[in-house]
């Protein structure tokens, strides 16, 4: 089992390896004193992974009640996450017990921002079921849903007591949805690991998949470690998440989060070179590995609706915001835009 250590106000520990789900019971059993605690999940994963991580926790001792809401982010919005909250209550957990959330970033995430909210928050354990919940956001303790006027605009820092991940959940997922993990990989590469780029760009994620999440996982925990509640450094990995995060609003969140990210990383970097913010060369990295891996490198929208939707992004700071762009493949800068600037950068992104 590898374990990384996310060094927040906090610190806590992130399991990777094959085999985890059935062990979940005993791994949480060393780091708490309840006994009663909440499965949240979405009814994909509850039909795959619910039983055996539900029988692993009763065998451990804990009572547990089990909650699941439809699958996707179209579910990840208020009144999903209400359901969440009344389940918690109904179920009669104090601020001493705890829940698990079980499943992709989406589940994370709202799971999260519930345990964060109920009696003023709860702990949480996550169990990432995804490539991109265990490589990204089940680790950092950004907790959120999305609202009418964009994503993740409710939310909260709530870092979980500990990450679980099972790489062999990865086995059930389709090729698209593995595909968005491979989306925040390159990321991560593209950012602040300029080897890891390259051995994405050369190696074979599946068959070193422990690795390749062990090494997400750490690319990110010294970021949160650095700067937890995203005053500084921590914005680098919202690369291509400007444009990403407004073409999955544009969309009505039927593209997912990967693939936003992957074509907000190529507009972001063909933006960057024109308007002279990142040396030649760095877009083709992007393009090259979105090539790679069948990424989409584009979106179905206008600049101005881009515009439109990006200006109510959260990374919005009064009349500015903050986009990440390439200093080098390895290595990345935040540029600070007015209002007019971001027109721009969105229209050379096209
Ligand atoms: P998701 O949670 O919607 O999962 C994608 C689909 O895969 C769902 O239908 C789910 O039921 C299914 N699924 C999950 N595990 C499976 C498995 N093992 N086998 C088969 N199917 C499975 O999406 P996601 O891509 O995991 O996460 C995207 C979300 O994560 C977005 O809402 C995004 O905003 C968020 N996110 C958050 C952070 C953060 O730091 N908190 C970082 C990146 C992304
Ligand atoms: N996914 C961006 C972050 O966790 O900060």
């Known amino acids: 089992m590898e374990t990384v250590t ?9 399991h990777i ?4 789900l059935e062990r979940a019971g005993e791994l949480i059993a060393g780091v708490t004193h309840s006994r009663t605690c909440a499965v949240i999940t979405d009814t ?3 039909k795959l992974y619910a039983a055996p991580v539900c029988r692993s926790l009763q065998d451990a001792g804990f009572r547990v009640c089990l909650h699941a809401f439809p699958a996707g982010e179209q579910s990840k919005n208020l009144q999903t996450y209400g359901g969440m909250l009344e389940f918690l209550a109904e179920n009669k957990l104090t601020r001493s017990d705890f829940a698990v959330t079980l499943g992709g970033g989406v589940v ?7 345990a964060a909210t109920y009696q003023r928050g709860i702990d949480f ?10 490589s990204d956001s089940s680790v950092g303790g950004k907790t959120a849903i999305d609202l009418a006027a964009g994503k993740n605009l409710a939310g909260a820092f709530h ?5 679980i ?3 062999d959940a990865f086995r059930t997922l389709p090729e698209d949805i593995f595909a968005d993990g491979v989306a925040e990989t390159v990321k991560h590469g593209l950012i602040a690991d300029k080897d890891f780029y390259q051995f994405l760009m050369t190696g074979d994620i599946r068959a070193g998949i422990d690795e390749v999440v062990r090494r997400n996982v750490e690319i990110k925990a010294t970021v949160v470690g650095e700067d937890e509640k995203e005053h500084g450094r921590r914005k680098l990995l919202n690369f291509g998440h400007t444009l990403g995060h407004a073409i999955e609003k544009c969309s009505g969140y039927t593209i997912s989060h990967g693939r936003a990210v992957s074509s907000g990383m190529v507009l972001a970097s063909r933006a960057a070179e024109k308007l002279g913010f990142s040396p030649a060369g760095t877009l ?11 990424l989409p490198e584009t979106c179905p929208y206008t600049a101005s609706e881009l515009y439109a939707a990006a200006t109510g992004d959260k990374k919005r700071d009064g009349g500015s915001i903050d986009v990440v762009v390439l200093e080098e493949t390895g290595k990345a800068k935040t540029v600070r835009l007015d209002l007019d600037g971001l027109r721009e950068f969105t229209e050379a992104a096209l």
């Open 159 to 163: 870092q979980p007591k500990m990450v």
């Open 284 to 294: 083709d990295a992007v393009l090259a590995a979105c090539r790679r891996f069948g």
């Open 165 to 167: 991940c099972d790489t």
């Open 125 to 134: 354990i996550q169990i990432p079921t995804t490539f991109l919940a265990a």
């Open 6 to 14: 996310v060094n927040a106000s906090v610190p806590y520990p992130v």
């Open 108 to 114: 994370g995430d709202m799971g999260g921002f519930a």
């Open 17 to 20: 390896s094959s085999g985890l």
């Open 44 to 46: 994909t994963v509850e």
